[in-house]
């Protein structure tokens, strides 16, 4: 396929050396490192494009170790094995959901190995670490809400404290699910940007994302994460409460996809979908029906019946 050209490797560096030189501002930046990797491999093929991957991250690395920022490069290296698994699946033509399964697998590893190694280093528990830091941001918050200079009636302090202990009661015990959602999430952005750029460039090669569909079987999660919520208790009311937030997030990528497909199938102006966007981006119950939607395209197969007319 051809080694990929200097101005590429240079862009490709840039884009991993960004989170390491200014964390603050392109911290976020983490979050998308696997398209990189997976356009790459899958433009100049395993083995070139693997060199060259290699080439950058090398220089990269040479450049955070003197800046002593390694530990923020190692954290962006836990992105590369998600893409070159994406690579794997998407050479081998599986299907989204499965390449999806195998990402979050690999993710799930990676993220694990650095925050076990990180925590020995340092001595601590990131796990708790990130409890307490929530707890206490909460403190800090309804101390300064509460104090006079904020100018609060006592009214709207006391509702304050209310909500703020309710959520400092309800965090941990759905940390579980919120950290099992950011894997989801990110593994989904991924593939999303990662299958949008090789359709510009090559081909999708998850085809296009409104034929994107979750296993049939997978319904039973919600369903038994609901009954664990409704008749549980303890441990197994907070499990439930965890595997439905996973549930919602996996519907709305699913309901994304129905949504997405009958627009298409109406042939809605592209005006007319960004005002639809921009609409559900605003209305906070919007993510909850897209993933009723979703959930809907199981039992009523939405999607075909658009065809069909």
């Known amino acids: 396929m051809g080694s990929i050209p200097p101005v590429q490797l240079v862009g490709l560096s840039i884009v991993f050396f960004l989170p390491v030189v200014a964390p603050s501002l392109f911290g976020w930046v983490n979050g998308f490192l696997s398209v990189p990797v997976l356009y790459v491999l899958l433009a100049y093929g395993y083995a070139s494009g693997g060199a060259s991957l290699r080439v950058s991250l090398f220089f990269v690395g040479i450049a955070s170790l003197l800046m002593q920022r390694l530990d923020i490069f190692l954290f962006t290296l836990t992105m590369v094995p998600l893409g070159i698994s994406l690579h794997a699946s998407a050479s081998q033509r599986e299907q989204a959901a499965t390449s999806g ?4 697998f690999v993710l799930t590893v990676s993220w694990l190995i650095f925050w076990t190694g990180f925590g020995i280093a340092t001595d601590t528990n990131p796990y708790v670490s990130l409890i307490k830091a929530l707890d206490l941001g909460f403190q800090q918050t309804l101390a300064l809400y509460s104090s006079k200079d904020a100018g609060l009636t006592p009214e709207m302090v006391y509702n304050l404290q209310i909500l703020t202990n309710n959520l400092r009661e309800t965090l941990p015990r759905l940390m579980p699910g919120l950290l099992a959602s950011a894997v989801l999430i990110t593994v989904w952005v991924n593939m999303v940007l990662g299958n949008r750029l090789m359709a ?3 081909a999708a090669p ?6 994107w569909k979750l296993p049939e079987q997978l319904v039973w999660l919600p369903i038994a994460a609901t009954v664990a919520a409704m008749a549980g208790q303890g441990v197994i ?7 439905l937030l996973v549930s919602a997030i996996l519907y709305l990528f699913q309901g994304l996809a129905v949504l997405f497909a009958l627009l298409k199938r109406w042939r809605v102006p592209a005006f007319a979908r960004a005002l639809l966007y921009g609409f559900l981006l605003i209305q906070s119950y919007s993510l909850l029906l897209l993933a009723v939607l979703g959930l809907c395209d199981v039992w009523f197969n939405l999607r075909h019946k658009s065809n069909e007319r």
């Open 101 to 104: 399964l195998k990402g979050v």
């Open 200 to 202: 510009r460039t090559h």
């Open 206 to 211: 998850w085809g296009f994302y409104d034929t």
């Open 237 to 243: 009311l907070d499990t439930g409460l965890n595997l």
